[in-house]
């Protein structure tokens, strides 16, 4: 379901578009690591290369979750990328549970994002502040909640992707080869990071 509340944030932002010092320099380096991981990605294997698992984990893996980001990870984040058609992120965080015996949801949107960022958004804590509902339906596990809100995402960026804030994003930082939902996921988490 879209979001309209989102869409009303990102219009706002949009018109408003201050942003901070501080804020600039973390979306120059998010857009540099972004490149570097997709220009590392599309190498090869990366379960055999060591320079993106490490940009990887420091990037987008809270400091108390990196040890337990198991090669598991990246053996399924490699056969993704081998197979290239359209990911559930629900079943891939199941197959996680089994070898990790955690979902890490938020990891595997990361994951897919990386796949495909003008297919596939990031569910993080920031994101999720502007996009979060009403009420978690008291029958749904937290994966369900989570990929409920998901697909929230998914359908709001669907119908933002011609937004003149993407292009405007682009050209001020220099990142004209981003997927529309890499730069829509990195405006709502500064939209989020400042709820």
Not at 111 to 117: A, E, F, R, T, V
Not at 119 to 143: A, C, G
Not at 148 to 162: A, P, V
Request: net charge positive; with cysteine.
């Amino acid at each position: 379901m879209i979001n309209k509340s989102a869409i009303k944030r990102l219009d706002t932002f949009y018109k408003k578009w201050h942003i901070s010092a501080k804020t600039r320099k973390e979306i120059e380096i998010n857009v540099a690591v972004f490149t570097l991981l997709k220009k590392e990605y599309r190498k090869g294997n990366i379960c055999n290369n060591a320079l993106f698992k490490w940009a990887f984990l420091s990037f987008y893996v809270n400091t108390n979750h990196r040890k337990l980001i198991k090669d598991s990870f990246f053996t399924i984040m490699e056969s993704l990328r081998q197979n290239k058609s359209v990911q559930d992120p629900q079943k891939i965080a199941r197959k996680l549970k089994k070898s990790m015996n955690r979902y890490f949801f938020v990891y595997v949107t990361k994951m897919l994002n990386l796949i495909d960022d003008k297919q596939y958004p990031i569910y993080d804590s920031n994101v999720f502040k502007v996009f979060k509902n009403s009420q978690r339906h008291e029958n749904m596990t937290s994966l369900e909640f989570k990929s409920s809100i998901y697909q929230d995402i998914k359908d709001t960026y669907k119908e933002l992707r011609g937004h003149k804030v993407i292009k405007r994003f682009k050209r001020e930082f220099k990142c004209h080869r981003m997927g529309s939902y890499k730069v829509l996921d990195t405006i709502f988490w500064i939209i989020g990071k400042n709820l």
